[in-house]
């Protein structure tokens, strides 16, 4: 069985609300302060992430434009309307961001993974927006941006995955007339890091031009252009990656998404991020960190791990080139021991740019 696909921080959420409601049998204890470490991570994640470009179109006729990656964009006459469904005219602004190397899904928060914890080899992954007079426009219906993407795919054809996800929570506590009750609730979880195929779209080679080609028929989603990187019946086992040191605890008590403390695998000559989400619980000393899905890593699989982490405002990080190897002994998990060192801003940027020719 998987590991829930929430990421952990979720799960202790959900853990939290619970506690809160109820008060009883809460032996749990959660440091107090704000998350100034978290907010710091994010905001250099932020600064150096990939940004939005855009592009001015005349919705009228429509246009075609190519992003700075040599992505091509076409947008078909009358193909946008308001939020209350009327025709829009004139010039638009369309808003497209990309995320096509291993530093921009560590940057911009989008790892390929499902949601169901399969590894996932990526030919971008894209956001698009349109707007008029500051105001968000729809795609009309029967109508979608077509899409070119240069690529070599291993095959005619490539899945369109979805990253606009939800999952459910497990909420325990007690109700009105002291009942203990558990309750299953569904929530969103943060868009682009946890994929659902698209059973009805994909992109297909164009050999005339070396693209992969695909339509977007929705705007303000992200969409994701991958195939499957290993194979089911592959030998996999858990990993569990421990910190030895610069483990920062409000990983563990921060659910908002700003995390200071992350461990990321970049299989080798793969154009695939992993991001470790799951916490490790109950863990003391040198056994915190984050352990993977459950039974999700391929055995003897060739990669690169980077381990990064600020504490009071600095950074911290360890790359390690590893093989997934298989349990030893009675165990069914793996590990590997991360010790970040001290690392200026500049050295970050370098290290997460360095995993694109792992």
Known sequence: ??????????????TAISLMSCKKNNSASTPTGTNQ??????????????????????ATVGASF??????KYTIPAGAFVTSGGAAVTGSVTV???????????????????????????SYGEFFVKASQNNQDLLLKRDSSVKVQVPAKPN???????????????TL?????????VTLSIQAPVRRGIAWNQINTSYAFFN???GTLDFKLDSLVKWRN????????????????????????????????????????????NQNTLIKVYDIILNATGAHQGFISYESSMPIGMQGTFLAISTENGKFYADMQDATIAAPTGLNNYTTLTFDPQEVSETAMVNLILSMNSK
Not at 237 to 244: D, Q
């Open 1 to 14: 069985m998987k590991k829930s696909s929430l990421p952990a921080l979720a799960i202790i959420a959900a």
């Open 172 to 180: 325990s506590g007690y109700d009105y007339l002291n009942t203990a």
């Open 95 to 121: 808003a497209v961001k990309e995320i096509n190397t291993p530093s921009d899904m560590i940057l911009g928060d989008k790892p390929t993974l499902t949601s169901d914890g399969r590894m996932l080899t």
């Open 66 to 71: 190519t992003s700075s990656k040599g992505i």
């Open 207 to 209: 050999s005339s031009n």
């Open 155 to 169: 095959g005619q054809e490539i899945p369109m995955w979805g990253g606009d996800s939800s999952a459910v929570f």
């Open 37 to 58: 470490d978290g907010q710091t991570m994010t905001a250099f994640m932020e600064a150096h992430g990939p940004k939005f470009e855009s592009f001015t179109v005349d």
């Open 225 to 268: 252009c991958d195939a499957i990187l290993s194979n089911n019946s592959d030998p996999k086992t858990t990993f569990l990656g421990y910190f030895n040191s610069h483990y920062n605890s409000l990983t563990v008590t921060d659910y908002s998404g700003d995390q200071p403390t992350a461990l990321y695998f970049k299989p080798h």
